[in-house]
């Protein structure tokens, strides 16, 4: 299950490639390598992904782990993530700055014990009521991108503040136990482009 939940999320990666999506004006690609602190994906992160309609919607591919330190267990994770940017970058002296990119974060977690579909053996129908091993997550955040900076122009910095629909449907049921610090997610990152 796991194998086919991968090779799903890379093709679909590769088959949301247009040919005419990226301007003829910038001298790089219209991919990307990205390494993300935190952000639900895991503590550590990598990704690749590709820029789309001239620079206004990104996917990516993320690849995360979770040490057993923080985490209580090994976890590895995969994400999918589709942002779009809806308006021009702000110019603020050498730097771009982004101030909206808003998307979303399909994440996976690898392990047995992490399901999809309850286990009819081990749960009550219902017990849990979300799956545990697949996630949605709604992002919003904003980039800076080194555009004017000499030998920084490929790297931008981004950050992003995110929330599964399971927690946020959990806060609206019951907004006296849950705070919005415990339903939202910090995630700094490091973009690259090739």
């Known amino acids: 299950m796991e194998r086919i939940f991968v090779i799903a999320l890379v093709s679909l990666l590769l088959l949301l490639s247009p040919q005419a999506s990226h301007s003829q004006e910038t001298p790089f690609s219209p991919y990307h390598a990205k390494v993300q602190y935190a952000g639900s994906i895991g503590f550590a992160s990598?990704?690749?992904?590709?820029?789309?309609?001239?620079?206004?919607?990104?996917?990516?591919?993320?690849?995360?782990?979770?040490?057993?330190?923080?985490?209580?267990?090994?976890?590895?994770?995969?994400?999918?993530?589709?942002?779009a940017i809806p308006f021009k970058a702000i110019p603020v002296r050498s730097l771009d700055w982004q101030p909206l990119r808003t998307g979303l974060q399909l994440g996976y977690t690898f392990g047995e014990q992490y399901f999809i579909v309850e286990p009819r053996d081990k749960?009550?129908?219902?017990?849990?009521?979300?799956?545990?091993?697949?996630?949605?997550?709604?992002?919003?955040?904003?980039?800076?991108?080194?555009?004017?900076?000499?030998?920084?122009?490929?790297?931008?910095?981004?950050?992003?503040?995110?929330?599964?629909?399971?927690?946020?449907?959990?806060?609206?049921?019951?907004?006296?136990?849950?705070?919005?610090?415990?339903?939202?997610?910090?995630?700094?990152?490091?973009?690259?482009?090739l």
């Open 46 to 83: 990598v990704g690749i992904g590709r820029s789309f309609f001239h620079e206004k919607l990104e996917t990516d591919l993320f690849i995360g782990y979770l040490p057993e330190k923080i985490g209580g267990d090994h976890i590895w994770t995969a994400a999918l993530k589709a942002t």
């Open 123 to 193: 749960y009550e129908r219902g017990y849990y009521g979300f799956p545990t091993a697949l996630h949605l997550f709604l992002t919003l955040g904003g980039q800076v991108d080194f555009t004017r900076v000499e030998k920084l122009q490929r790297f931008g910095l981004y950050y992003e503040v995110n929330s599964s629909a399971e927690y946020l449907i959990s806060y609206i049921q019951n907004p006296k136990y849950l705070s919005p610090g415990k339903i939202f997610n910090l995630a700094l990152g490091v973009r690259l482009r």
